[in-house]
């Protein structure tokens, strides 16, 4: 790994849009970036763009970043665990799959929930992961030091960290990305049939529809790959959706005003709850100190504990004892929520104590 010294150096594999802004975003915080993809035009427009130093690969690389398809993840970030000796994580949006077939400790599963209609590295922006949700998914076999690594990298680039297992990351991606994209696509599709009987449908679309359907303009050639990869928990989102469909059909077919303005009423202040990124200030955070045992999986249990509760670590570091077998992790979460993640740990037979910072 680099020394403190050192320029830090990270390398990115694939440079389209995500891989790009990676690319971008590391430099600015004076990263050295090598990166490569299996379009050579491709990473010689990185390079040309700024988001790479050098083309290839860069065996002293602290952290790779894989940006491949879905489909090929698995093989990229083998390659990338072979190319060198630093940490490897991923930004492919299914994640229990890979977990299955990458059992290294230096691989951290990962997830920016970002993205643009921009399509390929010129719609890189370094911000463009700024007050996004970046996800992790530790397991047993993670490395606590290379977790630790690769959540302190993404948290510099303005990203809200949050671990989940990998199979509880591809349930909640269905249904807060997967089918939502497949949805707007749907009615996007059924709008472009009628404009072919209608011309001025299209015309007539308000900011309602094109809100809702913006996200049917991505980049179509990455879906394929993620419908298979995660088509057991995607299926089973669609499902509900249907059902949910078929009760609003009833309750707009029997002219129920009273059921469809609680429908909608429900709906709306769920909308106006959902949660928002905000600045946290000292006097408003808490620090967890939580001894552990040198064993296998438990960073994973504990950061996945907090995710699960939906409580955001802002910061996280784990001191190690002279003896080798123990350590103390140390989180940095919101205050109001000391209470929840101390009861919560203790229920799982740990002795935190929670210190206010404020």
Not at 79 to 91: I, K, P, Q, Y
Not at 93 to 110: C, H, I, Q, T
Not at 114 to 123: I, K, L
Request: charged share 25%; aromatic share 4%; net charge negative.
């Amino acid at each position: 790994m680099t020394s403190p010294n050192d320029q830090p150096r990270a390398g990115v594999v694939g440079t389209g849009l995500i891989g790009g802004s990676i690319g971008l975003a590391l430099r600015a915080k004076g990263w050295h970036v090598t990166g490569r993809d299996r379009d050579e035009a491709r990473a010689a427009r990185a390079l040309e763009l700024g988001a790479l130093d050098a083309v290839g690969d860069d065996p002293e690389a602290d952290v790779t970043f894989v940006a491949t398809p879905v489909g090929v993840m698995a093989a990229s970030v083998r390659e990338a665990l072979d190319a060198g000796r630093g940490w490897v994580t991923d930004v492919g949006s299914v994640k229990a799959a890979l977990a299955g077939e990458v059992d290294d400790p230096r691989f951290v599963g990962g997830h920016p929930m970002a993205g643009s209609e921009q399509e390929g590295v010129d719609g890189a922006d370094a911000a463009l992961f700024e007050g996004a949700t970046w996800v992790l998914t530790p397991t047993a076999s993670t490395d606590p030091e290379g977790y630790a690594r690769v959540r302190s990298v993404v948290s510099s680039l303005g990203a809200d960290v949050v671990a989940v297992s990998p199979e509880r990351h591809d349930a909640l991606v269905a249904l807060v990305s997967h089918v939502p994209h497949l949805t707007a696509a749907t009615l996007m599709g059924l709008a472009a049939e009628g404009a072919e009987e209608h011309a001025t449908l299209l015309r007539l679309a308000a900011g309602g529809f094109r809100d809702m359907t913006r996200i049917a303009a991505g980049h179509p050639g990455i879906w394929p790959d993620i419908c298979a990869e995660n088509r057991g928990a995607i299926v089973a989102v669609l499902d509900q959706l249907i059902e949910a469909l078929g009760q609003m059909r009833r309750t707009v077919d029997a002219a129920d005003r009273d059921a469809l303005l609680d429908w909608l009423e429900r709906a709306r202040v769920a909308r106006l709850n959902l949660p928002s990124r905000a600045a946290a200030r000292p006097e408003n955070l808490a620090e967890v100190r939580v001894p552990v045992p040198d064993r296998p999986g438990v960073l994973a249990e504990i950061t996945t504990l907090a995710g699960e509760l939906a409580v955001n670590i802002h910061d996280l570091e784990i001191a190690h004892s002279a003896e080798g077998d123990r350590g103390v992790l140390l989180l940095v979460i919101d205050a109001e929520s000391g209470d929840l993640v101390r009861g919560a740990l203790l229920a799982r037979g740990f002795r935190p104590s929670v210190q206010a910072l404020g």
